[in-house]
């Protein structure tokens, strides 16, 4: 399997389990306030990490050219992403929610299409409806009650609306460093959103509370992040999206077990018809002849057919490294993704 792919399905499993345990863990808090936590827990464990793995602080790589992108991501994925999440979370049922969080990988699939011009095939396309179709099926309200709260899954769909923002501005930087990237949204966003939280009267919860709560913030927001923007180097946006779009099965799976949640007959009709579109993606396949134009970028790799450059220092052909490197034209045909070297339009 496609190491991209793995991380893609890693990041999915732990963002998905943090779902249902941030809406236990947070009770009592307001949805600023746990967004905040839960991205400073991100922020400060990856920054330990990465100075562990550095043993030192090492600049981050990015170009001036670089950085809006990243802060553009920050601001959408790392700060009203998550609010408008937590809001949503307080009005919607665990199981409820995490489906519903399928559709991030829907609004990011358009969002790469028709502004980044990310190619689309058919079976890409319909599993999207699929997904869209789901979670219709999951806000409807129920018994045909036109009273119904749509504030919960609106606040829901405006969390993925955000993300799906957010993945397509990260993609623009994913050849870079993945742990600074996350560790740097998570470190703005936790500081930005804990001091507005306690600027409006938020107060602090205490160790036993907070504790679990930046351990899942960590697991779920931080090494699930590192492994989305690696998965973004090698699959492009909508992709990526696509095998993304797994997490909320097992957030939902762990919210009807740990949360004792009722299952609505339209909760088995969203799956189903998300389990149709996640396969749809699963099974895509993409090859044809394509051609690659002149490129000079820098990021972690071996020598494959993409990279036969020349070196001015000893290296080792058997290693991964990392340096600024010049890809000459060329033409081929083989199955691809959309990555970092693969943004040819069709």
Same mark, same amino acid.
């Given at each position: 399997m496609n190491l991209s792919i793995v991380y893609a399905l890693a990041a999915a499993a732990l963002f998905g389990a943090s779902t249902p345990l941030a809406k236990s863990l947070g009770l009592g808090l307001s949805p600023v306030l746990l967004a905040g936590l839960l991205y400073l827990g991100s922020g400060v464990g990856l920054a330990g990490v990465r100075l562990i793995r550095d043993r030192g602080w090492r600049p981050s790589g990015l170009t001036r050219a670089e950085w809006p992108w990243l802060l553009g991501a920050i601001a959408f994925g790392g700060i009203?992403?998550?609010?408008?999440?937590?809001?949503?979370?307080?009005?919607?049922?665990? &199981?409820?929610?995490?489906?519903m969080l399928n559709l991030?990988?829907? =609004?990011? !699939?358009? *969002? /790469?299409?028709?502004?980044?011009? %990310?190619?689309?095939?058919?079976?890409?396309?319909?599993?999207?409806?699929?997904?869209?179709?789901?979670?219709?099926?999951?806000?409807?309200?129920?018994?045909?009650?036109?009273?119904?709260?749509?504030?919960?899954?609106?606040?829901?769909?405006?969390?993925?609306?955000?993300?799906?923002?957010?993945?397509?501005?990260?993609?623009?930087?994913?050849?870079s460093d993945a742990l600074f990237i996350a560790g740097t949204k998570g470190l703005i966003a936790g500081v930005v959103n804990c001091s507005l939280a306690l600027y409006l009267g938020a107060r602090l919860p205490d160790l036993a509370q907070l504790a679990p709560i930046l351990l899942v913030g960590f697991l779920g927001y931080g090494i699930s992040l590192v492994m989305f923007v690696l998965a973004l180097r090698g699959l492009?946006? &909508?992709?990526?999206?696509?095998?993304?779009?797994?997490?909320?099965? =097992?957030? !939902?799976? *762990? /919210?009807?077990?740990?949360?004792? %949640?009722?299952?609505?007959?339209?909760?088995?009709?969203?799956?189903?018809?998300?389990?149709?579109?996640?396969?749809?993606?699963?099974?895509?396949?993409?090859?044809?002849?394509?051609?690659?134009?002149?490129?000079?970028?820098?990021?972690?790799?071996?020598?494959?057919?993409?990279?036969?450059?020349?070196?001015?220092?000893e290296w080792d052909p058997a290693v991964p490294h990392s340096h600024l490197h010049v890809h000459s034209p060329m033409r081929h045909s083989h199955a691809h993704f959309p990555d970092v070297h693969h943004r040819h339009r069709h």
């Open positions: 009203l992403g998550p609010v408008a999440l937590m809001f949503g979370l307080t009005r919607t049922a665990g &199981a409820t929610a995490s489906l991030e990988s829907v =609004l990011t !699939a358009v *969002i /790469a299409w028709l502004v980044f011009r %990310e190619n689309a095939d058919r079976r890409i396309v319909l599993g999207m409806l699929a997904i869209v179709l789901g979670g219709v099926a999951l806000s409807w309200p129920e018994g045909g009650n036109a009273n119904a709260d749509w504030t919960g899954p609106l606040g829901v769909a405006l969390a993925c609306a955000c993300w799906g923002i957010d993945n397509n501005l990260t993609r623009k930087v994913s050849a492009g946006s &909508a992709r990526t999206g696509a095998y993304f779009s797994t997490a909320p099965f =097992l957030g !939902a799976a *762990i /919210a009807l077990v740990m949360l004792d %949640e009722s299952v609505t007959v339209a909760f088995w009709i969203a799956s189903a018809l998300m389990a149709v579109g996640v396969w749809l993606h699963l099974t895509e396949r993409h090859a044809h002849e394509h051609q690659h134009e002149p490129t000079e970028h820098g990021h972690r790799h071996v020598h494959d057919e993409h990279h036969q450059h020349e070196h001015d220092f």
